[in-house]
């Protein structure tokens, strides 16, 4: 059984940076695609990174493009996202989420059938 348990979430200044980490277990097999998503409250979840664990693959939401970034550490099957440059709209509830293959890294929630509990991110002005 495939768990997901996300870290790293906190209250941050506009500007700043939190890295956060999502543990990865119960994989029957190495290759599968993992990412972030978000959800503020009274908005639709949103896609913002994920990437294949075969390498190379990878998707960014424009929204976050240049500013965060998705990395997975295959050694112990953890995912992280390095956010930079936060603005106080990025606060939300923010999710790892898992599809086994076959699998395209993307945004859409529809796509991934693994989901952790969330972790917060706030932002404040």
């Known amino acids: 059984q495939v768990q997901l348990v996300e870290s790293g979430g906190g209250s941050v200044q506009a500007g700043g940076s939190l890295r956060l980490s999502c543990a990865a277990s119960?994989?029957?097999?190495?290759?599968?695609?993992i990412g972030w998503f978000r959800q503020a409250p009274g908005k639709e979840r949103e896609g913002l990174a994920s990437i294949w664990t075969g390498g190379v693959y990878t998707y960014y939401a424009d929204s976050v493009k240049g500013r965060f970034t998705i990395a997975l550490d295959n050694t112990d099957n953890t995912l992280y996202l390095q956010m930079n440059s936060l603005k106080p709209e990025d606060t939300a509830m923010y999710y790892c989420?898992?599809?086994?293959?076959?699998?395209?890294?993307?945004?859409?929630?529809?796509?991934?059938?693994?989901w952790g509990r969330g972790t917060q991110v706030t932002v404040s002005s």
């Open positions: 989420a898992a599809e086994i293959p076959p699998c395209v890294p993307s945004g859409r929630s529809s796509d991934f059938n693994s």
């Open positions: 119960g994989f029957t097999t190495s290759r599968y695609c």
